[in-house]
């Protein structure tokens, strides 16, 4: 039979006259959670943008033919020979095409696929950048534009023009940001490009490419696909590569393997090739919460401190409590919702200044060649953070309560009236 | 047994023993017991063992042997929880220090006993110690703080404190013990008048000769027996 009204009333008191110490233990439990909020917004906000970086661009499951050499040479095959050493010099990679065979069935196909969001064609094209007499090298990417802007934000990483004007202008270009540099391009000027078997074709420059890479800004330029298989001189179903966006990034890793075998063309999915990013995003959620959890358990001790302290104070009142009807479980209660009470409030105060301090680091300008779309430093306001940080606050009031309370059940009425 | 039901209080062969820091007897057979309606004194040296005796009687101290009753229920061997509800309900506290709550108001004193059992209504609790207070001559204290009270006002808080449930029976480990003599005897005075108006049992401690000659009965003791 545990009277709450009287219990509350009671811990209100005490906290209320012992307003200075109550208010040092809350802020304590404040500065915990408000520096977990900030660090955890802002951590998850770096790594949801480098995710979105890499993830935006780059395609899940990425398929191809590889030039390279056959596994078997004929001779290892040859029955007479099997028991000598065969020794082969100077092998060459097999003679077999770049396009991807049966592209527009396979394409097709793949857009069926209940869990593929997007395959979109592209034709990657090695060609020379014509600069009056100077030759730069780079490729030229033939691309479905809308498509690329659907699934790949192709949109964000065009600094001038727009993905329209390509999708309208037939003869038109996206030329990488390093190379308009380099020959001194702007958008509406012309670029005559080569291809490695000598043909020139003029381009209209509609728009600027900057991926953030810069290996990529200086060789790198999109048009549309049909516009490089002129160029080329190949027909409409010539496909270097096929790029799927998946609904479920966890399919990945399956399908690359079904799809290899099914099509007997390479396909790499991004888990492969971007193993090392999970490692970075792992150990910065590991930095804050350790900080976190660093200073909240500075906060505990605060607050068992003072409980301590004040229980220590309250030993008369304690007796008298237990004395006059109060159960030593009522006084453990009084003494830990006065923990609680401070973990609440400072909690609390805590989110605020957490919300605050992280809607401050959102307005601090941060600009980077490398992503051209972010002009502020990135921060995540999920909801969930603020109720792991209540929940958090919560736990340590309690943990540092409970021992002090639990004394304060344990005192011996007796002995304190009678020590007087 | 009409006679029987007169006992409010009845010990039965308590003896205790306090193990620290030496072995020794502190109370040896006690058997008494307090008639309700009875204002009984216990008389004896210091270290006789009758505050001792007092708390074991209170339910607080529960390391003893024997038996002990409350209207003439066994209260001896229950848990903890059961023993403060008794001491809530059943029992009234007077100390020698007065021991109010200081950051608490006097009502809020008064009223803290009936909130923990909370049989009544806020408004009826407060009725209730705004009346206590009254027939103790104090009811103009009731909002101050209790630190800011005198010696005397605050004994008598106490005992409005420890009448708020309506206990079957008042103890008082010196209650005078601390006050001048004019405090003293209003506090002797408001006992007497507890028991002849509301039948009220009182067992108070006390070294004060004059105080314990005008109780009903003197109970005297010494190296923790009670002489006969």
Known sequence: ?420 | MPGAMEHVLESKNINKYFRKPVNFHVLKDINFSVLRGEFASIMGKSGCGKSTLLYVLSTMDTGYEGELYLNNQLITGRPHEELSIIRNQEIGFVFQFHYLLNEFTVLENVMLPARKLGRKSYDEIEHDAREKLKTLNIDQLADKRASRISGGEKQRVAIARALINNPVILMGDEPTGNLDSYNAENVFQIFRRLKEEEGLSLLIVTHDQDFAERTDRIIVMEDGRILP
């Open chain 1, 1 to 420: 039979m545990t009277n709450w009204n009287v219990i509350l009333f009671i811990a209100r008191t005490h906290l209320l006259t012992k307003l200075k110490s109550t208010i040092t233990a809350s802020l304590g439990v404040t500065f915990g959670i408000g520096a977990y909020i900030t660090l955890v917004s802002f951590m998850t906000g770096l790594n949801q943008m480098l995710d979105d970086l890499v993830l935006n661009q780059t395609p899940h499951i990425h398929l191809y033919n590889e030039i390279k050499p056959s596994v078997s040479q004929p001779i290892s095959r040859y029955r007479e020979f099997e028991d000598a050493l065969n020794v082969v010099y100077s092998i060459k990679p097999k003679e077999s095409q770049e396009k991807i065979h049966n592209a527009l069935p396979v394409l097709h196909y793949l857009n069926e696929d209940e869990r593929v969001l997007g395959a979109t064609p592209q034709l990657n094209a090695r060609i020379f950048y014509l600069s009056g007499s100077i030759e730069l090298g780079g490729n030229l990417a033939g691309v479905d534009v809308l498509e690329e802007a659907r699934l790949y934000n192709l949109d964000d990483y065009v600094v001038e023009g727009s993905t329209q004007a390509l999708k309208n202008t037939e003869n038109g270009i996206l030329l990488g940001a390093g190379l308009a540099k380099k020959m001194s391009l702007k958008p509406g000027d012309r670029v005559q490009i080569s291809t490695v078997q000598g043909a020139i074709t003029p381009l209209k420059i509609v728009g600027i490419y900057q991926s953030g890479i810069a290996e990529i800004d200086n060789s790198r330029s999109i048009a549309n696909l049909k516009t490089v298989q002129r160029i080329l001189g190949e027909a409409e179903n010539y496909i270097t590569d096929i790029n799927l966006k998946l609904v479920d990034i966890a399919d990945a890793v399956p399908m690359a393997a079904q799809l290899e075998k099914q099509f007997s063309v390479e396909a790499t999915d991004i888990i492969e090739a971007n193993a090392q990013f999970e490692t970075g995003s792992n150990i910065r959620n590991i930095i804050t919460y350790a900080v976190s959890i660093t200073l909240l358990i500075v906060a505990g001790f605060g607050i068992y401190n003072i409980l301590s302290m004040l229980i220590y104070e309250k030993m008369n009142d304690i007796a008298i409590l237990k004395a006059t009807g109060f159960s030593g479980r009522d006084v453990h209660y009084i003494f830990m919702s006065q923990a609680l009470i401070i973990g609440f409030l400072g909690g609390l105060l805590g989110l605020f200044i957490g919300f605050v301090l992280s809607h401050v680091i959102d307005r601090i300008p941060f600009e980077t060649q490398a992503l051209p779309t972010i002009t502020t430093f990135p921060v995540n306001y999920n909801i969930g953070y603020y109720f792991i940080g209540i929940i958090f606050a919560f736990i340590s009031t309690f943990i540092a309560g409970y021992l002090p309370a639990k004394k304060a059940e344990k005192i011996d009425p007796v002995r304190i009236i009678r020590g007087n």
